[in-house]
């Protein structure tokens, strides 16, 4: 992949992470590639199971030990390529440079431990100073996120807060150290529809405050309207199509994009019975030949259960794999 512009923070290039397991191997990511650019949002959508996730906890190389493994690919953030630095250095990386918002704040959060421990711990580990400095900076933190009485909510452990409040929280953390790129794993999931917008609003003024470049992992399309500047869509480890938002929206170019958009209620259409996608993403142990979607695609052909296909500009930054191109 070849990318001209210039304010590239991030570029994950044919990246592949396997987990091996009992003689069989699991091809959970599968020859990754995309950009983000400073300031840009990336949304990544799919079905459960396509690699979102695995993808997301690559870029920070915190893959499960010891059966998964970054076979191959390069992650450059920042101009340098992180899977060749050591432990040390990525610890280093992780908050400061690049940094992560989980997917359930419940779990995400130590319930032995206040908030105030929670948030000092990740600040300490960026800066040496001391304790009062500690607390300023982490009541500044939990304001940032918008939390109310944030001296106070310090003192508080994970159960007396609300899942809206736990999840200001886990961002309040992943943000402190002031990263350049964030990577949020759906993290309105566990939210009320009410709470979910306010977060996401949360975010989108963050961003336009900070110049943040964020990552958005999601399987929800009404997200990636509000959110996104571009989207890549993955099914089965691979990337399949790329490109701006509204692009993919109006003209969507792989038949697995055009399924997942149709699967999206609307409104103002009268029917007797939702559209479904048939079947169910492959086994990432022993996965189809050819393209990946063709045994539920409706316009397979003899081609596509042999050969990959390549991937194809169909218009400007729009990017598809598919040989109906």
């Given amino acids: 992949m070849s990318v001209d512009t210039g ?21 959970a990511v599968d020859g990754v590639s995309f950009f983000l650019r400073e300031g840009e949002t990336l949304g990544i959508v ?3 199971g396509c690699g979102k996730t695995m993808t997301a906890l690559s870029l920070l190389r915190l893959v499960p030990q010891p059966a998964g ?49 929670q948030l000092m711990e990740a600040l300490g580990m960026a800066r040496r100073e001391g304790r009062k400095n500690m607390i300023t900076r982490a009541v500044d933190a939990l304001r940032n996120v918008n939390v109310a009485a944030p001296e106070r909510r310090l003192e508080d452990f994970p159960h007396q807060m609300s899942g809206g409040m736990k999840q200001r ?52 399309f009404g997200v990636v309207a509000r959110m996104c500047d571009r989207v890549a869509v993955m099914y089965a480890g691979r990337v399949v199509e790329n490109g701006p938002v509204r692009e993919i929206f109006n003209e969507p170019s792989h038949p697995y994009t055009r399924a997942l958009i149709d699967s999206v209620p609307k409104l103002e259409e009268r029917t007797a019975r939702l559209y479904s ?20 695609c409706p316009f397979a052909m003899d081609q596509c259960s042999v050969d990959i296909p390549v991937d194809k500009e169909v218009a400007p930054g729009h990017r598809v794999s598919c040989h109906l191109y």
């Fill in 7 to 27: 304010n590239v923070i991030l570029e994950v290039e044919d990246l592949h992470t396997y987990f091996f397991n009992r003689g069989s191997t699991v091809k």
């Fill in 46 to 48: 799919g079905e459960s």
């Fill in 69 to 117: 493994k970054i076979v191959s690919g390069e992650i450059r953030l920042n101009g340098e390529d992180i899977l060749q630095k050591s432990d040390d250095e990525m610890r280093q990386i992780r908050g400061r440079q690049i940094s992560m918002i989980l997917q359930d704040p419940q779990t995400s959060l130590n319930p032995v431990f206040t908030i105030g421990n």
């Fill in 169 to 220: 929280v886990v961002g309040a953390i992943a943000l402190s150290c002031e990263p350049g790129v964030i990577i949020a794993d759906e993290p309105t999931t566990a939210l009320d529809v009410t709470i979910q917008l306010q977060y996401l609003r949360l975010l989108k003024d963050i961003q336009a405050e900070t110049g943040l470049a964020i990552i958005f992992i999601t399987h929800d």
């Fill in 277 to 296: 996608i048939e079947g169910e993403v492959p086994s990432p142990i022993n996965p189809p030949s050819g393209c990946r979607f063709h045994p539920r």
